[in-house]
């Protein structure tokens, strides 16, 4: 049996920000409300993990205005979406392998 | 989009976790060394998370002997299995929500 987690990403050690990046691969960009609401998660949960998402340079971070009220809106980065997707085909190497 | 990581198991949250399920799931069990040289983690590492996958009920342990020399092995139990698969189905929709 070859290692089944060797080609896992550290970074995406997590639900949350598996979910996070889900998100944000497949939508431009999303905001923190619609985050939230979507994976289900606390806010101080969920803004620890976009922080250490934008620190190693998989997500960004757009600080906007919607009218006079601030909108942060979060996008891959072409190196996060590079990563998940690798990710996502070592997850699905693992799964193959315990079938 | 619907929540991407609803059904994901908390259990499950390591690279680690996932490798010793995946071991556990298609070998009928595995010892210490095979496990450590599979995954490729430290002593410390891989017997914190045998421990906590074992507190929850989804790994067994089997204490035998080889000739005098202790041998402990793990294997899957009914609820780590289904717990698991469950998990595995969950990871393929998410991968899926992200095509």
Do not use: C, W
Request: hydrophobic residues 40%.
């Amino acid at each position: 049996m070859k290692n089944p987690i060797e080609n896992l990403n550290k970074a995406f050690d997590s639900r949350v920000r598996l979910g996070i990046m889900s998100a944000v691969m497949v939508n431009d960009e999303v905001n923190f409300n619609q985050l939230k609401e979507l994976i289900q998660v606390t806010d101080g949960n969920l803004a620890s993990h976009i922080k250490a998402l934008e620190e190693i340079g998989y997500v960004k971070v757009n600080k906007g205005f919607i009218g006079r009220k601030t909108n942060t809106t979060y996008a891959a980065t072409k190196a996060g979406e590079k990563a998940f997707k690798l990710h996502l085909e070592a997850l699905e190497q693992m799964i193959k392998s315990t079938k």
